[in-house]
């Protein structure tokens, strides 16, 4: 499997707030546990932040679902804010 981690910055490089997104996927071991798969994005600002994961006993279809609904309501909300 192909490991996949990317942190983008969500704000200028001027800004002095923070915020970013990270994508992760990958098989990772915690602490002598059994190595997993260990998939998520998470989405903070300065205010908050909000992870979700992939579920192990789910499948991946149902996980990228969740998140092609996500992405949907977020072009669906930035098409509302720019009218």
Request: hydrophobic letters at 30%; glycine letters at 4%; charged letters at 30%.
């Amino acid at each position: 499997m192909e490991k996949y981690n990317k942190r983008v910055w969500v704000n200028s490089q001027q800004s002095h707030y923070t915020g970013s997104i990270v994508l992760h996927d990958g098989i990772v071991s915690n602490r002598g546990q059994p190595r997993e798969r260990y998939t998520f994005i998470e989405v903070s600002d300065c205010h908050g932040k909000v992870r979700i994961h992939y579920d192990n006993n789910l499948y991946m279809s149902d996980y990228i679902d969740k998140l092609q609904l996500i992405r949907d309501e977020l072009d669906l909300f930035i098409e509302h804010l720019k009218k």
